[in-house]
Structures are given as structure tokens and as C-alpha cells.
């Protein structure tokens, strides 16, 4: 039996997941540093790697983890949150003046949002060939024809076989 966890278990979103981690922990690196440079304690305050590692696994993370389609609504959602998070943090950034951690967020938020893009086509199509196997064919129509003669050979085989 498939369990919560394993249904939520998404490489691509843990690793994007992980991205935006590294993201807040850039901006807490930032926040310590300026709250040191200010003479602020920060003996009871948990130290993290410092901001060049950061950045590098950020890079590394993301040269992995951003498809160019994603794969399920889940991909989906995380590149949603993803691209979202990107562009808030240049914001942030800005509004602090320490910047952000790569000077790429509108970029990986576009690849973010294409892949979200090129995901929904898929479904698009999906849905449209659902909607489309649904339909009755016309009585005159080839595959009504052929379909007809499926039907026919199969009822001669089940009859033989009764």
C-alpha cells in the first residue's frame, strides 16, 4: 500500500524545496553579519555556513533540480512556489540592500514558470484527447466502419468458442 509520504516523495520538489531553504539562510547570514556589525549578541543565535557556500550549493542544487517540464501537479506546485519565492527574493534584497544570492532570480523564475507552462500543454492535450475519445464517432465515419468490424469478428470468435 502507497503511503502519504511516498505519494508527496518528489525529487524535483525536494531539491527546489531545498533551494528556497538556502535562500532564507542567505538572507539570515546577511541579517547576522549586520546585527554583529552593530554590536548585537549573537552567542545565543544558531551559525550557519557562510554565504559563499551557500550560494555554492544553491548552484548546485539548482543546476539539478530545474526541468524543463515539470512532470505532475506537485513538480508544478513547487515551481510555482519556486519561481514566486525568486522573485520575492530580489525584493527583499533590494529592500535590505544585501542583495540576493545569485544574481539570476528572474531568469530561474522564467525557467520556472515555462516548465509550469509546458506542463499545463500536457495536460491541456490529455484532457483535450479525453474529451475527444468520449465523443461519439458519426455512423458514416471511417473509424465507425472499422470499429463496426472489430465488433463483428469479435461476436464471430466469441460465438465459435460458445
Avoid at 24 to 36: C, P, S, T
Avoid at 123 to 134: M, S, T
Wanted: with cysteine; aromatic share 6%; net charge negative.
Amino acid at each position: 500500500m502507497t503511503t502519504r509520504d511516498e505519494i508527496l516523495h518528489d525529487p524535483v520538489a525536494a531539491a527546489l524545496g531545498q533551494a528556497t531553504a538556502l535562500r532564507l539562510l542567505h538572507h539570515y547570514r546577511h541579517a547576522l553579519e549586520k546585527a554583529a556589525l552593530h554590536g548585537a549578541d549573537l552567542s545565543e543565535l544558531p551559525q550557519f555556513e557562510w554565504r559563499r557556500e551557500i550560494a555554492d550549493r544553491y548552484a548546485r542544487v539548482l543546476d539539478s533540480a530545474l526541468p524543463e517540464c515539470a512532470e505532475n501537479g506537485l513538480q508544478a506546485k513547487a515551481l510555482h512556489q519556486f519561481a514566486a519565492f525568486a522573485l520575492i527574493d530580489e525584493e527583499i534584497g533590494t529592500l535590505s540592500g544585501w542583495g540576493t544570492l545569485d544574481d539570476q532570480n528572474r531568469g530561474q523564475a522564467l525557467r520556472a514558470l515555462l516548465a509550469i507552462g509546458d506542463f499545463m500543454n500536457r495536460v491541456e492535450i490529455d484532457e483535450a484527447v479525453e474529451r475527444e475519445r468520449k465523443l461519439p464517432l458519426p455512423a458514416d465515419s471511417f473509424g465507425a466502419r472499422i470499429l463496426d468490424e472489430v465488433r463483428s469478428a469479435l461476436d464471430r470468435v466469441a460465438g465459435g468458442a460458445a
